[in-house]
């Protein structure tokens, strides 16, 4: 792990030490008639509930455990804050809370958010006062299908894959005490082509009379280790290898370190791979003169995503990707994890499976776990909630949502690939209308503007849009058939004619097949029998004929010889869909070893580099 970490720290890309989380109990009140603000809740609040933060009303954990629909929650907590003077401010983070979120601080109101899966950062330093401090938030959220909901039913009860929905605040708050002046955030972007890092500073109070200093450091930790052990403290404490420092005087500042062919190990760079997921540590300091204002500490990982010849490379390297769907809930919890220990435990069997990376579906997964993948080496598709009704609030709504998000997770090496939309949730008509297409070919290229780098996927499934990847989406249950389905048939996808499911065109009108990579990102979803859920295709009566399937479509998969990876549903249990390789308590129902030796076998095929998979 990186040398600065510490275990529970909610944003490990950009750390500082002055923070106090402030999960756990907090006042809660349903407000049905939505009648809070006029009663003045913001300074009276009423007693009665209380909730476990960060866990929404719906879950077990949160305290409660009401699955209904209620359109209005609130939430209050007493915190102790010291006194502010002129040269600092007090930030309150909410990692997310799902939907429109305002946040008031001693009857003050300081600010609002609209969305589910981002972090929302307000200044509240102008509400605060010495000692004891009053923060409310209120939350609205709505059956809307406009909105980006990802897995959350929209209907009274759940039904086929969509599950109870999350209300409120599901991820952790915490606070922070920062310089007036201050780094409000970078972008790091390593270079492995030019032998560089370049970082774009956004400060706070820029002036002439500011610097700005990045450090790059050994890690001081051991890059190879697994087992989640929890760093001391906050510092850097690996060998110091070089540094750059520029003026601040721009709101945006940039800069580049340039690796020296000597300054690691006599060799240069040390790459970032799954097999080797070395990190190097970053230290970040703002001065006025000799007077440090601002340091904050983050990591990089060398890594370059690429695509060239039908293949996805990393660091100049085909990539054969074996990925299995995720989609991040527990029974007690919902779409939060109980505890960041659970976001290794699941890094941890994936990995032991025999998996290289997930599709974390339909959500925008804790900051930490993004940190543990960038530790441990697991691939990460980021994809985004879908909304599931096209209007002109949908497409809005969705931009500025998914901006925010890449902007949030931008740095971690551990993302491979964008996925901003899935299987044509939100715009059903899109093989024949041209607005529609132009909404998914728009988020294409607006990903692109901000990352030109790793793939973007535009339409995940079938009836593609522009996109980097084109991927399949196919439940067959045999080898025969994943054969007769794409086998044979694979000109028939230049030409629009290959139906990827039996009934979606691969691609949407107007669009067709330009060279990219094909990778088949849904399949399997083999479940046992059982009168307590679904899976997909014939339900299996005993692990022997479950793990005969696995195996009859894995190595289907593999043996195309124009596929560069997959994408195996799914990763555990999810409510009602029970065709998880873990139960959703987490315990395996196979044997992990036999799940490996099925996803790391060689089946003879070559890509057009030569690499058996």
């Known amino acids: 792990m990186t040398a600065s970490y510490q275990k529970g720290y909610p944003r490990p890309m950009f750390m500082r030490k002055d923070w106090e989380l402030l ?5 809660f009140a349903f407000d049905d008639s939505l009648e809070g603000r006029r009663k003045g809740w913001a300074e009276s609040f009423p007693t009665g509930l209380k909730i476990n933060v960060p866990f929404s ?42 939907y429109e979120t305002e946040v008031f601080v001693n009857g003050i109101y300081c600010g609002s958010h609209k969305g589910a899966y981002s972090r929302y950062s307000v200044d509240i330093s102008g509400a605060v006062r010495e000692g004891a401090n009053d923060i409310v938030i209120a939350v609205s959220d709505s059956k809307d299908r406009s909105q980006p909901r990802g897995k959350q039913r929209w209907l009274d009860d759940s039904y086929g894959c969509w599950y109870v929905q ?82 601040a005087s721009l709101k945006r500042t940039k800069a580049s370190i340039h690796m020296d062919g000597e300054v690691h190990r006599g060799w240069g760079m040390h790459t970032w791979t799954p097999e080797d997921p070395y990190l190097y540590d970053l230290e970040f300091i703002l001065r006025r003169g000799d007077e440090i204002l601002d340091r904050v500490y983050s990591y990089v990982g060398f890594r370059e995503y690429g695509i060239r010849n039908g293949n996805v490379l990393l660091n100049g390297v085909p990539l054969y990707q074996r990925l ?8 007690k919890s919902g779409l939060t994890a109980p505890s960041e220990d659970a976001l290794i435990e699941d890094i941890d069997k994936t990995l032991a499976m025999g998996y290289n990376g997930v599709r974390k579906h339909q959500k925008v997964e804790d900051e930490r776990f993004l940190y543990w993948c960038d530790v441990k080496g697991l691939l990460v598709w980021s994809e985004f909630g879908a909304a599931y009704e096209f209007s002109d609030d949908a497409v809005q709504d969705f931009t500025e949502q998914w901006m925010e998000a890449l902007r949030q997770n931008y740095n971690h090496p551990c993302i491979a690939a964008w996925t901003p939309f899935n299987e044509s949730w939100g715009f059903r008509q899109i093989p024949v209308r041209k607005d529609q297409q132009a909404f998914a070919d728009g988020i294409y290229h607006l990903t692109h503007a901000f990352d030109p780098q790793r793939p973007v996927i ?45 009934k979606k065109s691969a691609f949407a009108d107007g669009h067709g097949y330009e060279g990219q990579p094909v990778m088949v990102t849904e399949f399997g979803g083999i479940a046992f029998a059982t009168d307590r859920g679904w899976g997909y295709g014939s339900l299996m009566n005993s692990e022997e004929e479950f793990l005969k399937r696995f195996d009859d479509v894995t190595t289907a998969i593999k043996k195309l010889p124009f596929v560069t990876g997959y994408c195996y549903t799914q990763l555990t249990d999810v409510q009602q ?29 070559r890509d057009p580099y030569g690499t058996v998979v």
């Open 23 to 27: 999960d756990g109990e907090w006042d």
């Open 57 to 98: 009303y719906e879950t077990e954990l949160s305290g409660i455990g009401d699955t209904s629909h209620h359109p209005a929650v609130w939430y209050h907590r007493t915190v102790d804050l010291a006194p502010l003077d002129g040269s600092h401010r007090q930030i309150l983070h909410i990692e997310g809370s799902d």
């Open 166 to 247: 999350t209300t409120g605040i599901w991820k952790s708050v915490w606070t922070e005490r920062v310089s007036a002046v201050r780094i409000d955030g970078v972008k790091i972007t390593p270079s492995i082509t030019d032998s560089r890092i370049d970082f774009v500073f956004e400060i706070e109070g820029a002036s002439d009379e500011l610097t700005v200093e990045a450090v790059l450091s050994e890690s001081a930790s051991d890059y190879a280790d697994r087992d989640g052990i929890e760093s001391g403290s906050f510092g850097i404490s690996g060998k110091r290898l070089t540094s750059v420092t520029v003026p």
């Open 324 to 331: 299995i769907l995720d989609q991040g809930y527990w029974p």
């Open 458 to 502: 535009g339409n995940d499934g079938w009836e593609q849009t522009d996109t980097d990847i084109v991927t399949w989406h196919n439940y067959e249950e045999s080898a025969e058939l994943i054969f007769e389905r794409f086998g044979a048939r694979f000109d028939d996808v230049a030409s629009g004619r290959l139906y990827v499911n039996g």
């Open 577 to 605: 869909e029970v065709n998880g390789l873990l139960g959703a308590d987490r315990n395996f129902k196979f044997d992990p070893e036999k799940i490996r030796e099925i996803n790391l076998r060689k089946v003879g095929m």
